[in-house]
C-alpha cells in the first residue's frame, strides 16, 4: 500500500546508544518530517526537508540529525540517547505546503 | 511553543449527537487543517481551510475559520462510536519554517 513507512516501530535504548529511525515514502512527495509526540503536548517538529538533499531545523532540533540523501527516504538519528528523547517518532511526508500531510504509523523509543 | 491550542482538551458525548472542537492560533496564517489521530496510530488528515475561506465541508464535517478571531471550530455532526479519536488542529504560517504546527489536540469519546 502506497504512504509513509516507519521502522523501526518500537525499540528501547540505554542512555548514550545511538540509533537510526528511518522513514520511507513511495508517494514522490518533495516534503518529509520528523515530529515527536509526548503526553499533553501535541506534536512538535524535529527536523524537516523539502527536497531531497536539504534539511533544516524544527522547533526542538537538539540531539538529533537528520539526512535526506534519497527522495523516497528521511532518517532520523539519536547520536547519544537520553531519557528526555523517550517519545512517540511521527515521520510525515507532503507534496509541499499547503497540501495535506501523510503521516507514518510511528516509532515508540524509550531511552532508559 | 504551540502555535494551535485545541479546546476542551476532553469531549464525550453520545452517539448521534454533534461534537464541536475548537482551536486558537497567534500569528496569522496562510491555511489551517484538522486531523484526526486514533489510539496507537498515526494521524490522518481530514480537511484543509485556507485563510480566505470561511467554511468547509467534508461528508459530516464542517470547519470553520475566523481569521479575525485567530480560531477555527471543527463540527462533527451525527458522531458515531468510531469517531472516538483525537483531534489536531495544524497551522502553516506561510512563512520561515517550511512546515505545519500543531496543536495539543482534543480527545473526542463517543459512547455508544
Known amino acids: 500500500n502506497a504512504g509513509v513507512t516507519q521502522t523501526p516501530k518500537f525499540r528501547v535504548l540505554k542512555t548514550g546508544q545511538s540509533m537510526t529511525l528511518l522513514c520511507a515514502q513511495d508517494?514522490?512527495?518533495?516534503?518529509m518530517y520528523w515530529y515527536r509526540q509526548d503526553p499533553g503536548m501535541g506534536l512538535r517538529l524535529i527536523h524537516y526537508?523539502?527536497?531531497?538533499?536539504?534539511?533544516a531545523k524544527g522547533e526542538v532540533p537538539d540531539g538529533y540529525n537528520v539526512s535526506r540523501l534519497k527522495k523516497q527516504n528521511f532518517l532520523l538519528g539519536l547520536e547519544s540517547a537520553a531519557p528526555s528523547q523517550t517519545s512517540v517518532y511521527f515521520c510525515a511526508s507532503s507534496w509541499e505546503i499547503p497540501y495535506g500531510y501523510t503521516f507514518g504509523s510511528g516509532t515508540r523509543l524509550t531511552v532508559v | 511553543s504551540q502555535q494551535g491550542e485545541e479546546d476542551p482538551q476532553a469531549l464525550s458525548i453520545q452517539e448521534g449527537e454533534n461534537a464541536t472542537m475548537n482551536c486558537s492560533y497567534k500569528t496569522s496564517i496562510n491555511n489551517l487543517q484538522w486531523y484526526r489521530q486514533n489510539s496507537g496510530r498515526g494521524l490522518v488528515h481530514l480537511i484543509l481551510?485556507?485563510?480566505?475561506?470561511r467554511e468547509k465541508h467534508s461528508g459530516r464535517l464542517r470547519v470553520t475559520l475566523d481569521t479575525s478571531k485567530k480560531s477555527s471550530s471543527l463540527l462533527i455532526t451525527a458522531s458515531r462510536a468510531a469517531d472516538t479519536a483525537s483531534y489536531f488542529c495544524?497551522?502553516?504560517?506561510?512563512?520561515?519554517?517550511?512546515?505545519?504546527?500543531f496543536g495539543s489536540g482534543t480527545r473526542l469519546q463517543v459512547q455508544p
Open positions: 495544524a497551522t502553516d504560517a506561510g512563512t520561515g519554517r517550511r512546515a505545519l504546527t
Open positions: 526537508s523539502v527536497g531531497e538533499g536539504t534539511t
Open positions: 508517494m514522490n512527495h518533495e516534503y
Open positions: 481551510i485556507r485563510s480566505n475561506e
